[in-house]
């Protein structure tokens, strides 16, 4: 404002006040621009960090979804083991021989009557012959001819053996050809032979050793 004459302020003119406004309007629209790129800045961050904790969430739940499927999955194995044991007992069986069916067997070897092992042995029977390369899976009928080897040995055949001598003979490198219901009988001059048994009381495997110091 100026000063007139007399020493007095002059009144605001009309156009002065217009221009005060104006500044007035600018520092208000000012104000409100950068209120706006204030809010807006608050927002974006709120939005971020909302994707920041959505992200982490997800990863928390994979993670979880994870433990959970390796939980679910030993439950599952825990219950596939246990239904495996199961089973395994229902088709077990008792592969111990009668004590009518040993007397045979020995009988058989005493008289060198071989030929009634085809009705003794399942089909297949393997038949292993120590110290040679005859190994393998045989007919009955084959087997009975096999066992022809056993009347080179001097009867009679002692098929009550010593348990130390059983544990000697398990001892050995033909450990795989005596198992706790192997019948197990040796001649008069030294040779051994081991029978054992299927399910059905066939008698699936035949172990022969020309004299036990192969054993």
Known sequence: MENNPDGQQAKPTSESKK???KNWMMWLLTA???LLLAAVAYFGWQLRASQEDKKELQKDKQQ????VDKLTGKQDDKKEKSQAKSEDKAVACNDT???SFKENIKAALDTENTA???TYTSN???FVLAASEKGGNETPDEAAVSLEYTHSATGPWDFSLPEATLDGYDAGFY???FDANTYVGKAASGMVAAFDFDCSGKI?????????ELL
Request: aromatic share 10%; no cysteine.
């Open 124 to 126: 297949p029977v393997r």
């Open 175 to 177: 450990t795989d050809y």
């Open 97 to 99: 021989p009668s004590a």
């Open 116 to 118: 009634a092992f085809a």
């Open 64 to 67: 979880l979804q994870s433990q």
């Open 19 to 21: 221009l005060s406004k």
């Open 204 to 212: 699936n495997q035949i172990f022969v050793a020309a004299d036990e």
């Open 32 to 34: 409100l621009v950068l």
